[in-house]
């Protein structure tokens, strides 16, 4: 399993939009690893309110130099909790994700697909964590857009 792309190297190259369909965007880019495509959204709610979250994003990625087809993951603007989990809710359907530093990523591969294949029959994601400093957050995603996105980046990653 690869930790591809983190929040430094999703601005290290310049990623070219594809495609916005509706909530979510389709971008392609090539770095040093080949090219790599993905599905991207920002959270519509950030809570708590009171806090700089940075930039959160959610991404579903394409890598086909190193065999990652559809890979879920969130980078957050923060480090998470060393050794703490994510919680992927997408309308009461729940999934791990384990974190290190800025990310999180399924914690069990095999679900990988049954998360993305969730998030396209979904209407919305919740993203439940705890940052550095003991602080719970989470994250809303609209899942409006999402198969078109994927579908749009994957096609480009051919």
């Avoid at 090219?35 to 708590?48: R, T």
């Avoid at 065999?67 to 999934?95: L, M, W």
């Avoid at 530093?101 to 990988?112: F, I, L, M, P």
Wanted: glycine share 10%; charged share 20%; aromatic share 10%.
């Amino acid at each position: 399993m690869a930790l591809g792309i983190s929040g430094a190297a999703a601005y290290a190259q310049s990623p070219t939009l594809l495609k916005q369909n509706r909530d979510w965007g389709a971008y392609s880019f090539t770095g040093q690893n080949g090219k790599i495509c993905y599905a991207l959204s920002k959270p519509q709610q950030l809570l708590p309110t009171d806090r700089n979250h940075g930039d959160v994003f959610f991404f579903v990625s394409t890598r086909p130099n190193e065999q990652v087809r559809d890979e879920p993951s969130v980078i957050v603007g923060y480090n998470f909790k060393d050794g703490s989990t994510v919680t992927a809710d997408v309308d009461g359907n729940k999934f791990t994700m384990f974190t290190k530093g800025d990310g999180a990523w399924v914690q069990n591969a095999a679900e990988e697909q049954r998360l993305v294949a969730a998030m396209k029959a979904g209407r919305q994601m919740t993203i439940s964590g705890v940052s550095a400093r003991g602080t719970q957050t989470t994250y809303k995603f609209s899942l409006s857009g999402i198969t078109a996105s994927i579908r749009d980046a994957s096609g480009a990653c051919q």
